[in-house]
């Protein structure tokens, strides 16, 4: 199994209002392709860290295994979410990817 992290900052031009209907909007997305991509195990992004934290939501989820997390990187639906809900609000994104 594949562990894929992700977490994001928001650009800072955004109200605080704005940045939750943003991270619903990411969250909603990307936990919508559990069962529509082939190899994806499991999906979930935290919208609510601690003060503690440097991002503002994170994306974990889990693949059977290193193909199917490439398959899910150029997924027609996982690109449609990445290109409309999350590319265009986040201003950082930092990735780390293993083997469980």
């Known amino acids: ?3 894929h992290i992700i977490i994001w900052k928001l650009k800072e031009e955004y109200s605080a209002e704005e ?3 943003i991270k619903q909007g990411i969250k909603e997305g990307l936990e919508g392709l559990k ?3 082939p190899g994806l195990c499991s999906i979930e992004v935290i ?3 601690l003060a503690s934290s440097n ?3 994170m994306l974990d989820s889990a693949f059977a295994d290193e193909a199917a ?3 899910y990187s ?7 979410v990445a290109n409309g809900k999350v590319r265009p609000f986040t201003a950082q994104r930092s990735c780390f990817d293993f083997e469980v």
């Open 1 to 3: 199994m594949v562990k």
């Open 19 to 21: 940045k939750e209907a």
């Open 35 to 37: 069962g529509r991509i």
């Open 47 to 49: 919208t609510e860290g």
């Open 55 to 57: 991002g503002d939501l």
């Open 69 to 71: 997390l490439k398959g």
């Open 74 to 80: 150029v997924h027609p639906e996982h690109v449609a």
